[in-house]
């Protein structure tokens, strides 16, 4: 029972070339979350999947865009990275019942973009 | 937009010492909870609170929910170096769209 998996775990890209970080959850949970996170700036909402084959918009979605390729994966993608999109990326998973919103978070994955 | 503002940001003490940590909103929460986060992983949930003045512990680790619901504070008692890491509070807005509000983070510093 891995939980919630995230790869790559590093990366470093060049300003203008594209990835897709990878989410995979065994907890049989509907909704799943990317977030990154800053120095000072906490947790920021990008995308979020409430369920299988819905996606919206968080608090900083620019430059980004996921797919909810099934109940278990959640993928987001950069498809030209800038320098401001340096970041810690976390995926999460939500248990929403009893409706206590407990988020289960992957180790995360470090993005340098030079 | 909701906001939860945490204080201190950052607070290093001696091993044997008390701390505080807050976070404070002019909002209502249906729910919050406090999340320990340590270097190079993700948060891991230490408790989630529902109910206004609900006070839980947790070893040495007391939470708190105020009495409206808009705010929240952790205590640790006699720190010790496992304590060490990024307090994170979160909480569910009365809407309930499975979406959090994350605090700031407060990094603790314990040395022994």
């Known amino acids: 029972n891995a939980g919630v998996t995230q790869t790559p775990k590093f990366q470093v890209l060049k300003t203008g070339q594209s990835m897709t970080l990878q989410c995979a959850q065994d907890?049989?949970?509907?909704?799943m979350y990317w977030y990154r996170q800053d120095p000072g700036m906490g947790l920021r909402l990008i995308y979020y999947?409430?369920?299988?084959?819905?996606?919206d918009k968080g608090e900083v979605p620019n430059g980004y865009n996921v797919s909810r390729l099934n109940k278990r994966e959640f993928s987001l993608r950069l498809e030209s990275a800038a320098p401001s999109q340096t970041s810690v990326y976390f995926c999460?998973?939500?248990?929403?019942?009893?409706?206590?919103?407990?988020?289960?978070f992957g180790p995360g994955t470090r993005l340098t973009v030079l | 937009t909701q906001l939860l503002e945490q204080s201190p940001q950052f607070l290093s003490i001696q091993e044997g010492e008390n701390l505080t940590v807050y976070c404070n909103s002019s909002?209502?929460?249906?729910?919050l909870q406090w999340y320990r986060q340590e270097p190079g992983e993700g948060p891991v949930l230490l408790v989630t609170?529902?109910?206004?003045?609900e006070v839980k512990k947790l070893k040495r680790l007391t939470f708190q929910f105020g009495d409206a619901r808009k705010d929240s504070s952790l205590h640790i008692t006699a720190a010790q170096p496992g304590d060490t890491g990024l307090y994170l509070c979160?909480?569910?807005?009365?809407?309930?769209?499975?979406?959090?509000?994350f605090g700031q983070g407060t990094t603790l510093q314990v040395k022994p």
């Open positions: 999460a998973t939500i248990n929403r019942d009893p409706s206590y919103n407990e988020q289960f």
């Open positions: 907890m049989n949970h509907n909704s």
């Open positions: 999947s409430a369920s299988e084959g819905t996606t």
């Open positions: 909002s209502v929460f249906s729910s």
């Open positions: 609170v529902v109910t206004g003045g």
């Open positions: 979160a909480g569910a807005p009365l809407s309930n769209t499975g979406k959090l509000i």
